[in-house]
T-cell receptor, first 115, second 109 residues
Framework: ETGVTQTPRHLVMGMTNKKSLKCEQH?????MYWYKQSAKKPLELMFV???????ENNSVPSRFSPECPNSSHLFLHLHTLQPEDSALYLC??????????????FGPGTRLTVL | GQNIDQPTEMTATEGAIVQINCTYQ??????LFWYQQHAGEAPTFLSY??LDGLEEKGRFSSFLSRSKGYSYLLLKELQMKDSASYLC??????????WGAGTKLIIKP
């Protein structure tokens, strides 16, 4: 247990569906992250929130929409996804952003399959 | 562009020693991280290096040479539970982590 939880753990959706991924951290951290992990590829940073403000948006398609209602919760809203969006979506948190020795704690991920 | 290179897969024997290398080219440097990820699980933090040299933590050690853009993770007295992927990541000048694709380590009895 890393102190970061994600739900659901597995999700299968059609291209016309709308769904949301949820992440919660119990560590009192100020920064939260969404990553995409595809097989044999590096982790891709999607979004970063620091003190509930979005600070990074790495050219992610608009069919992915993040939401950070407070410092403990992070959502990723999904709509009209494509089959190539099938991947493991990881949430992470860190004490702060903008310092070096700032390890990130990861949740177990949501395995997403788009049909 | 920014790039992290590490071997795709390595095999070692239980009880032996293995060294996983990582080379990097990034825009700035604010430290290098190693993470362990078991299949189907979250990555977990192993080590952080920001100065040149060797950091030892139990059976695991991590080395950094900033001038060579090079790091390695050394695992001693290998156990079957060490079978996992090992991810190298560098924090760039914007404090963003740039990740390698990971090295899958297979331990054989």
């Amino acid at each position: 247990e890393t102190g970061v939880t994600q739900t659901p753990r597995h999700l299968v959706m059609g291209m016309t569906n709308k769904k949301s991924l949820k992440c919660e951290q119990h560590l009192g951290h100020n920064a939260m992250y969404w990553y995409k992990q595809s097989a044999k590829k590096p982790l891709e940073l999607m979004f970063v929130y620091s003190l509930e403000e979005r600070v990074e948006n790495n050219s992610v398609p608009s069919r992915f929409s993040p939401e950070c209602p407070n410092s403990s919760h992070l959502f990723l809203h999904l709509h009209t996804l494509q089959p190539e969006d099938s991947a493991l979506y990881l949430c992470a948190s860190s004490q702060d952003r903008g310092t070096g020795a700032n390890e990130q704690f990861f949740g177990p991920g949501t395995r997403l399959t788009v049909l | 562009g920014q790039n992290i290179d590490q071997p795709t897969e390595m095999t070692a024997t239980e009880g032996a020693i293995v060294q996983i290398n990582c080379t990097y080219q990034t825009s700035g440097f604010n430290g290098l991280f190693w993470y362990q990820q078991h299949a189907g699980e979250a990555p977990t933090f192993l080590s952080y290096n920001v100065l040149d040299g060797l950091e030892e933590k139990g059976r695991f050690s991590s080395f950094l040479s900033r001038s060579k853009g090079y790091s390695y993770l050394l695992l001693k007295e290998l156990q079957m539970k060490d079978s996992a992927s090992y991810l190298c990541a560098v924090m760039d000048s914007n404090y963003q982590l740039i990740w390698g694709a990971g090295t899958k380590l297979i331990i054989k009895p």
